[in-house]
């Protein structure tokens, strides 16, 4: 791989405007090219990119493609940007390339209960218009609203519905991709197994836009599920907490769509946030939101009240039952206004990823806290807690400078990415690496690491597909 680049001349922007037309290139405009050189991991590194493409057609992808290639230019792909690795970072100028116009919901085949889209799709728009054949999308984040359907597949997207219905990588069986050359694989389809040689279709999902452009997706779709109730459950301690989610799952008739943990910190900060306030938020270190879904609204109690019961036995000191969509917003709002609420207080908060076998969070809260006292400071964590995946946020002291901080902030998730490691765990449970973690890659992965460069180099093989992500070059 290589990050010597050759600098776009006018001849290279009237080439790749031939190519896309003239309403689709952002070019020589500082202001309108500025909103895609971050994301929202909350960093303003990297240099405008040169030029933004806007192209509209798998053909557009390819053509593009294989100029860069042809001509050394680095290309950076977007989604909706609302990454928390810095992936759609242009860190070496160049092009972006950005999938909003690709924004098509082609096909929704309900006889083989698969939608057909291209990767510029707003995630929530397309499980809004599967639900209007009764169909649902099950492999959405946490940010289905910002995110696209593309940025979720590049980084194999988790959320909240994981335990029950596992991240984006499960729910993709087909794949177009514009490799850096320009030629066009088409991987899957609408078939539901394959072991017909190595999973290519595979390797993409989670490869963050550096092995090829993703043009095209077909989704795995299931039956909507039937109604849900949610239950808020404080407890007095992490260890309390995370001893107890095992035994609800055990007792529930069937596996909860969704475990989530808050700690106290995050929840005070979200609390205060949303203008809001909980019972037994002061006597509470750790709260599970555990949501339930039955056949129909008759047999919602028989589904939640053994898992209350099971909390309860564990130790919860209350369980608070959300059976109305007001309600239960009221519980959601809080954990997916976690970090828009730390934002208010550290607005250049940025978050870990870290995932471990479940057993051993409390072990990672506690070495957590000894961090956080250590160094004085707060680190609120909230996360995935049945998929052992968790988001922990240090927050900027008022007595330390911006470089100060800088530096010790990246100790410190890096610190706690590799303890996870240490438990069996990774880097990186759901939202990717990036640039801002493609150090802690390197230390976790060893031997892998050397295995994945390979693989990067064979497919592209000029490194011009978004250079400086996952490796360090
Ligand atoms: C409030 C908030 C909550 C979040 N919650 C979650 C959560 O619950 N779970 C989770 O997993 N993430 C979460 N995220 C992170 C983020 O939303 C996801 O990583 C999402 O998948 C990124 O999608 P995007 O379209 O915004 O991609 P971008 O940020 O635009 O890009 C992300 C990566 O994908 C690559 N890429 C994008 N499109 C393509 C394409 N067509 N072909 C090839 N590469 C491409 C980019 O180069 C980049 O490396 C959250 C973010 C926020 C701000």
């Known amino acids: 791989m290589t990050a010597d680049f050759r600098a776009l001349t006018p001849d290279d922007i009237a080439a790749l405007r031939a190519i896309v037309g003239e309403t689709a290139i952002l070019y020589g405009d500082a202001d309108r090219l500025a ?14 990119p040169d030029v933004v493409l806007k192209p509209c057609s798998t053909d557009q992808v390819s053509r593009i493609a294989a100029y860069c290639n042809r001509h050394r230019i680095p290309m950076t792909p977007r989604g909706a940007g609302s990454g928390l690795a810095g992936g759609a970072i242009p ?10 116009r690709m924004s098509s919901i082609l096909e929704i085949d309900v006889e083989n209960m698969v939608a057909v889209v291209e990767p510029g799709v707003i995630t929530n728009d397309l499980c809004q218009r599967v639900g209007e054949d009764g169909l649902f999308y099950a492999g959405y984040p946490m940010s289905v609203q910002s995110s696209s359907i593309g940025g979720n597949v590049a980084c194999n997207a988790g959320g909240a519905k994981v335990i029950k219905y596992g991240a ?18 088409q991987l899957g389809g609408k078939r539901r197994k394959d072991s017909s040689g190595y999973s290519l279709l595979r390797l993409m999902v989670g490869s963050e836009g550096t092995l090829g452009l993703i043009t095209k997706i077909t989704l795995r779709l299931i039956p909507q599920p039937g109604p849900s109730a949610d239950l808020l459950v404080p407890f007095r301690s992490t260890e309390d907490a995370v001893a107890a989610f095992p035994k609800a799952i055990m007792a529930a008739p069937d596996m909860p769509a969704a475990v989530e943990f808050i700690d106290r910190l995050s929840m005070c900060h979200a609390m205060a946030y949303m203008g809001t306030t909980i019972p037994l938020a002061d ?10 879904e039955a056949k129909d609204a008759d047999a919602l109690f028989d589904v939640y009240r053994p898992v209350g019961e099971a909390c309860l036995e564990a130790g919860a000191l209350e369980v ?5 969509l007001w309600a239960s917003e009221r519980i959601w709002g809080l954990r997916r206004n976690c970090l828009e609420a730390l934002r208010v207080i550290d607005p250049t908060v940025e978050g870990g990823d870290f995932v471990v076998p479940s057993t051993a969070i409390p072990a990672m809260m506690t070495f957590i806290r000894a961090l956080a006292d250590e160094h004085g400071v707060e680190i ?3 996360g995935h807690v049945a998929d052992g995946n968790i988001h922990p946020h240090p927050l900027k002291p008022e007595d330390r400078s911006d470089d100060e901080w800088n530096g010790q902030r990246h100790e410190l998730l890096s610190r706690i ?10 880097v990186s449970g759901e939202h990717g690496v990036g640039f801002l ?19 990067k180099d064979a497919l592209d093989p000029h490194g011009i597909l978004n250079p400086g992500k996952l490796f360090s070059n």
Not at 171 to 184: I, K, M, P, R, T
Not at 437 to 455: F, H
């Open 91 to 100: 860190l070496y100028g160049g092009v972006v390339l950005s999938f909003e």
């Open 380 to 382: 609120p964590c909230a």
């Open 168 to 185: 984006t990588a499960a729910h993709v069986l087909g794949l177009e991709v514009v490799l850096a050359s320009g030629e066009v694989l």
């Open 283 to 292: 006597n509470a270190d750790a709260f599970l939101i555990i949501q339930v």
């Open 320 to 324: 608070y039952v959300a059976d109305t």
């Open 35 to 48: 909103p895609y050189r971050s994301d929202e991991s909350g960093h303003g590194h990297g240099a405008n």
């Open 417 to 426: 990415a590799m303890k996870a490691v240490e438990y069996g765990g990774a």
């Open 437 to 455: 973690k493609n150090d802690i890659l390197a230390q976790s992965k060893g031997d892998e690491l050397r295995a994945m460069k390979a693989i």
